[in-house]
């Protein structure tokens, strides 16, 4: 027989495929059961998913699951908390080992979480206090998040000024970070809240516009507005750029995004400062913490992701437009070494 070209490409495309597979068995021969065989099965179980942030944080858990070979179920209920609660029913009907319950409320996510225990599955929970010891809490450290952000609205704005607050209770992670905000109110007598609005209703950004306008219109003296949400802050600015506001008020928040970051960044914008960890590193840590607590590990009760301040004039200074160029020129924002244990593949390795 003689050896052609093609049968010699065909060749050296049949052993590059071998070693690549050889090389993904000794790599999954490495890991603790049940991560050495193929066919893990997880489910998230969303209650929030508008907005960036959820985009981003969803790319994170598909990231991290793809990167440990596994099949991940996503259930999003929509802000339904009955619903929700239904779906982490449908994921134990479903046979997965695990779940990531992401955001929700606790008298609907209690009782759930602990139906999923008693079936044997592995559960974390996302911003969400499921009041269970045996379930990990995944969190940004909001309480960090908000202090980031109001010491930076002292330092811009001194120890004295009339501010617009916007607030959901019963959101474990809006919950912390009020936490926060009294604080800092009792830390700084002549700060003043003049007024606390908010609502989740969507699209959340325009149903907070529809609030801060009222509330600017009450309180035109308003010149501190602490939105500890990018939906929340999106919303103010709204309200804040048709009133014809943006200078004399400025915004502080939570979370980052591309578009958040093009917002902060347009001339004269009130949006001065976000305290934020990358969405999508959070999803990532989500996945390793439950990865971690099937394969017999324990990452902690509380896997805290810490955040990074995003002020305008750093947008601005370091020519920062999107997400990708914010990991780039912020590498503390671009990975986080949680619940990363040695033999944990990190999807962000080049």
């Not at 007024?195 to 600017?216: C, E, H, Y």
């Not at 989500?286 to 992701?305: F, K, M, T, W």
Request: net charge negative.
């Amino acid at each position: 027989m003689s050896i052609t070209r093609r049968l010699l490409g065909k060749a050296a495309l049949g052993l590059a495929g071998a070693a690549l597979l050889m090389q993904g068995t000794a790599l999954a021969a490495d890991r603790p059961a049940p991560f050495d065989k193929p066919g893990v099965k997880i489910a998230l179980v969303r209650y929030l998913s508008t907005g960036d942030f959820f985009q981003a944080y969803l790319s994170g858990v598909e990231a991290q699951a793809k990167a440990l070979g596994v099949d991940l179920r996503v259930l999003d209920s929509r802000q339904d908390a009955a619903l929700q609660a239904d779906m982490v029913d449908q994921a134990i009907a479903l046979g997965v080992q695990g779940i990531i319950i992401q955001h929700g409320l606790t008298e609907s996510m209690k009782d759930a979480a602990q139906r999923a225990v008693d079936a044997g599955i592995k559960v974390v929970a996302f911003d969400v206090n499921v009041e269970n010891p045996k379930i990990p809490q995944i969190e940004q450290s909001d309480r960090d998040l908000a202090r980031l952000a109001l010491e930076q609205a002292v330092k811009d704005n001194g120890e004295s000024w009339k501010a617009g607050y916007v607030y959901v209770a019963g959101i474990a992670p809006l919950d912390r970070r009020n936490e926060t905000w009294v604080d800092v109110k009792k830390k700084y007598s002549g700060i003043n809240e003049a007024a606390m609005f908010g609502t989740l209703d969507n699209p959340i950004a325009n149903s907070v516009a529809n609030q801060a306008r009222s509330v600017l219109q009450a309180h035109p003296d308003i010149k501190v507005m602490f939105a500890p949400y990018d939906e929340f802050a999106k919303g103010v600015k709204i309200a804040v750029d048709e009133a014809g506001l943006n200078k004399g008020i400025k915004i502080y928040s939570a979370d980052i995004s591309t578009s958040d970051i093009a917002a902060m960044r347009e001339p004269d914008s009130a949006w001065a400062a976000t305290a934020a960890t990358n969405p999508a590193v959070v999803g990532q840590v989500s996945v390793r913490a439950l990865a971690q607590l099937l394969a017999g590990e324990d990452p902690g009760h509380n896997v805290i992701v810490p955040p990074t301040l995003i002020t305008q004039k750093e947008l601005i200074d370091k020519d920062i437009k999107n997400m990708e160029d914010l990991s780039a020129k912020l590498p503390q924002f671009a990975h986080a070494d949680v619940a990363m244990p040695a033999w944990m593949p990190n999807p962000n390795a080049k």
